[in-house]
């Protein structure tokens, strides 16, 4: 299983950015999807995560209303829109899958990890 994530960068505060995650090696229809970010010396954050058929969506507080999860299934590939982006959305991005249909919020859960995506956002 491969989960190659992109989109990451630099870019200032109230800015925005698109990641990207393509997924390949598991049946991409069967599993739910996740973004979880971290900062060096600190522990996982859920971010995000999206059901299988992507009729169930869930968000941190702390970027609901700010961020989006999108999957496209033809594709492979889940996506998480990132709007109004703030100094303390810096992080790597990370994208996962879990091999469920049914979504999950624990970090600890998912089954496979991409390599992660860098994301800083200046003040």
């Known amino acids: 299983v491969q989960l190659q994530a992109s989109g990451g960068g630099l870019v200032q505060a109230g800015g925005s950015l698109r990641l990207s995650c393509v997924a390949s090696g598991l049946t991409f229809s069967d599993d739910s999807m996740g973004w979880i970010r971290q900062v060096p010396g600190k522990e996982r954050e859920f971010v995000a995560a999206i059901s299988s058929s992507g009729s169930s969506t869930q968000y941190a507080d702390s970027v609901k209303g700010r961020f989006t999860i999108s999957r496209d299934n033809a594709k492979n590939t889940v996506y998480l829109q990132m709007n109004s982006l703030k100094p303390e959305d810096t992080a790597v991005y990370y994208c996962?899958?879990?091999?469920?249909?049914?979504?999950?919020?624990?970090?600890?859960?998912?089954?496979?990890w991409g390599q992660g995506t860098l994301v800083t956002v200046s003040s």
């Open positions: 996962a899958a879990y091999g469920r249909r049914w979504l999950t919020t624990q970090p600890n859960a998912y089954d496979y």
